[in-house]
């Protein structure tokens, strides 16, 4: 089993930045697909990014694609999200993910393992 854990998050004003990060224990997930997806209040669950550990590849969802980057330490076991420029539309429970087949998926049932989230707020 893989343990996921997410910090950073927090409140910050309209186009400050944020990183989060997102620790996994239990195994090492280096061959893995960890990403990250949001979930606004009483809204769905929302692909943002995902990165394929083993090479680096990335795939970004629509709405953060040039704000958001996403990276990996593989010796840390660990992902990260950069958010820059933060928009009031961005508030959310984030989410770390992860999935053991690496291919690079914006679907939420295709992950395996999901953290318990944690919370950005943005006040314009």
């Known amino acids: 089993q893989v343990q996921l854990v997410e910090s950073g998050g927090g409140l910050v004003q309209a186009g400050d930045s944020l990183r989060l990060s997102c620790a996994a224990s239990g195994r090492t997930i280096s061959s893995y697909a960890t990403g990250w997806f949001r979930q606004p209040p009483g809204k769905e669950r929302e692909f943002v990014a995902v990165?394929?550990?083993?090479?680096?590849?990335?795939y970004y969802g629509d709405a953060v694609k040039g704000r958001f980057t996403i990276s990996r330490d593989n010796a840390k076991n660990t992902v990260y999200l950069q958010m820059s420029s933060l928009k009031p539309e961005d508030p959310a429970v984030y989410y770390c993910?992860?999935?053991?087949?690496?291919?690079?998926?914006?679907?939420?049932?295709?992950?395996?393992?999901w953290g318990q989230g944690t919370q950005v707020t943005v006040s314009s």
């Open positions: 990165i394929r550990m083993s090479n680096g590849n990335t």
């Open positions: 993910t992860a999935r053991t087949r690496p291919t690079l998926s914006n679907y939420v049932n295709d992950y395996n393992y």
